[in-house]
Every structure is written in structure tokens, then in C-alpha cells.
């Protein structure tokens, strides 16, 4: 076994303040959906993968992935979508054995109306403080990450 790579002190720095974002970002997220819109971020996020989705409908596993969620997790949250009547789930025609997610009308009108707000807040709170230049360098950043946490791509492939 190889000795430990210790964090030099700007690696130190940069961790540190990556784990501050991912720390703080979720809670302001959270509190500005769901004062403007009764929403969590996590169900904001079901319900804008599924609005991008081709005819608004998504298998209940490709949902999970888009949100990294566990489908425990993510037949939950569906659920009381569901009692909202912003989802509806039905069986794949295409295989029996899984489930389908489709938002509905009333889904639709409550993540269009959601999303002015939610935009908003990420442009504050995550875009405008940036240059373009360091907007560009964010998303190699997160790229350069991502291909080590989700090879696949699962999280940010398009329907």
C-alpha cells in the first residue's frame, strides 16, 4: 500500500469550499421552492426531468437515474406527487414488468409556474456571481467531476 496523497494547502482550500456549495446550495434551493411553490428542490426536480422528457412520461428507473434517487426513494416522492395529481404512474407498454411516470396537466402548469422562481435563484445565487469565463470553467469542472462519479452519464443525458 502506497502512502496517503495529503490535500496541499490550495487543494485544501478548494475542497473545503466545494463541500460548502454542495453543503449550502441544497438549502437554498429547497427554501425558495417551496415558499414560492409547495415543492421540494427533489420534487421540483422529478417533475422538470419528466416536463423535458418526450411526451412528458419517463420509465420510473431512468427517472431515478436523472435524479440520482433510489427507486425506494423516488416511488415515494412519486406517490405524493401522484396524491397532488401532478403524476401519474401506469405500466410500460413496452415491458410490463416496469413502470412509467407521466406528469400531467396540472404537473406541467405547477413546474412552468415553478420554474421563473427556481431560475432565478440559481442565476443569484450560482451564475451571477461568475464571469462567463468562469461559467464555461464550471462546467469543465463539473464534467471533469462527473466523469468520475457518473461515467455513464446518467444524470445529465437528455431524453
Known amino acids: 500500500m502506497t502512502g496517503t496523497r495529503w490535500l496541499d494547502a490550495e487543494e485544501r482550500e478548494a475542497w473545503l469550499r ?24 427533489f420534487e421540483y426536480m422529478v417533475l422538470a426531468m419528466l416536463s423535458e422528457a418526450p411526451e412528458r412520461t419517463l420509465r420510473m428507473t431512468a427517472l431515478g437515474q436523472r435524479t440520482n434517487a433510489s427507486l425506494p426513494r423516488l416511488s415515494h416522492v412519486v406517490r405524493r406527487l401522484e396524491d ?10 413496452e415491458d410490463g414488468r416496469a ?20 431560475v432565478e435563484t440559481v442565476r443569484r ?30 444524470m445529465t443525458a437528455r431524453p
Request: hydrophobic share 45%; proline share 7%.
Open 18 to 41: 466545494l463541500i460548502a456549495v454542495v453543503e449550502l446550495l441544497p438549502g437554498v434551493l429547497d427554501t425558495q421552492l417551496r415558499a414560492d411553490s409547495a415543492l421540494s428542490h
Open 84 to 93: 397532488r395529481g401532478l403524476v401519474e404512474r401506469f405500466p410500460c407498454p
Open 99 to 118: 413502470t412509467n411516470a407521466r406528469l400531467t396537466a396540472a404537473g406541467w402548469d405547477t413546474v412552468v409556474a415553478a420554474a421563473p422562481g427556481h
Open 125 to 154: 445565487t450560482v451564475l451571477d456571481p461568475l464571469t462567463r469565463q468562469q461559467v464555461t470553467q464550471l462546467r469543465r469542472i463539473g464534467d471533469a467531476l462527473l466523469g468520475q462519479l457518473d461515467p455513464e452519464g446518467r
